[in-house]
């Protein structure tokens, strides 16, 4: 803790501290950088400052608000977390652990979270930087990934845990673990506060710790993509309102057979010129990677399909939330004469 005092981040959701700005910001460093995080931190907060502010977000707009942090599965639980807040907490976000781990979206990381950093309470937040501290400064080869792992250092952390601070205490050891105790056998050993307690250091095992199983393959898709152009406009449809990137916008896209998909969509390609390739890409999710190819057609009539939106580009960026797995396309789109 004498090192978080002289060396803590300086973030904006530690500048002004509240329960929904711990719940806010927390949700959205899951699995995504705090570069990412900062700037769509304070454009959502600006739009929706309070928790009933987010209960109300129209969908489109709070998908908006997520663009560029990915995961967008976490935008729709946040959202339902605030409006379980204002129906069965009255609008206050609860104190109790019990309570929070009923919250869409909310685990045991963000309820420790809120709980020790927002209202002070002495309840850890374990986190892969914790997990990874932990694991060294003890020495402790256990399988980091396995969730009884995670519960016993959890144990062990809410016994030594200070009185006082336990939110300045968590954010301690995430920092650490972020700013010294590096991933990937990069740590900062020598330059280390706590070098002397470390039994990974003392042991001249730290390249060995942490002890984590290794995830399973991804499964690869090949997918085509098509930007369908017609004057100015691309078109564009919805994703169905369950399952991956639920409810938000993309190019048409497919991993069946081209012609057939094209025709299910009322394109026909002879009557298409030009036709370009334009380029591969790539996405990677937790358990899947899109392998992408994309061609881009302009159409000499706009087929009649409901399922298309027709968009030019200034709406395309002003009202359109659309995962980070197009980027390529919509930069191509964007960036064209
Ligand atoms: Fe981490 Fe190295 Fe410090 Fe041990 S000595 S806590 S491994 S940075």
């Not at 990677?284 to 899109?290: A, D, K, M, R, V």
Request: one cysteine or more; glycine letters at 6%.
């Amino acid at each position: 803790m004498d090192w978080f005092a002289h060396h803590k981040r300086d973030l904006p959701w530690r500048r002004d501290v509240s329960a929904y700005h711990t719940l806010v910001s927390e949700t959205m460093l899951q699995q995504t950088r705090v570069e990412a995080v900062l700037t769509a931190y304070t454009r959502f907060l600006r739009c929706l400052p309070t928790v009933a502010a987010l209960a109300d977000c129209e969908e489109n707009a709070l998908y908006k608000l997520w663009e560029g942090l990915g995961y967008y599965r976490r935008a729709k639980n946040l959202q339902r977390a605030a409006q379980m807040i204002v129906t069965d907490f009255g609008g206050e976000i609860p104190r109790k652990v019990s309570d929070l781990l009923r919250l869409p979206g909310v685990g045991a990381y963000t309820a420790g979270a809120i709980a020790s950093i927002a209202y002070g309470l002495r309840v850890p937040a374990v986190d892969g930087n914790v997990l990874r501290v932990m694991a060294r400064l003890e020495a402790d080869y256990a399988d980091i990934a396995l969730p009884q792992t995670k519960q016993l250092l959890t144990d062990h952390l809410q016994n030594v845990m200070p009185a006082q601070n336990a939110g300045d205490f968590n954010q301690a050891l995430m920092d650490f673990g972020a700013c010294v105790c590096l991933p990937n056998g990069a740590p900062l050993c020598r330059t280390c506060p706590v070098a002397d307690y470390c039994l990974a250091f003392a042991q001249n095992a730290v390249g060995q710790l942490p002890v984590k199983s290794p995830k399973k393959t991804r499964r690869i898709e090949e997918r085509r993509v098509f930007l369908l152009l017609f004057e100015d406009k691309v078109a564009l449809r919805k994703r169905p309102n369950s399952g991956l990137l639920a409810g938000l916008w993309e190019f048409p896209n497919t991993t069946d057979d081209s012609e057939a998909f094209l025709a299910s969509l009322g394109v026909k390609p002879e009557t298409c010129r030009p036709i370009v390739p334009c380029g591969e890409a790539k996405h990677i999710f937790t358990h899947l990677e899109w392998h992408m190819t994309g061609t881009a057609l302009t159409l000499r009539e706009q087929p009649n399909q409901k399922s298309l939106c027709w968009v030019d580009a200034a709406l395309l960026v002003k009202d359109y939330a659309m995962p980070s797995a197009f980027a390529h396309y919509r930069s191509y789109f964007l960036d064209k004469p």
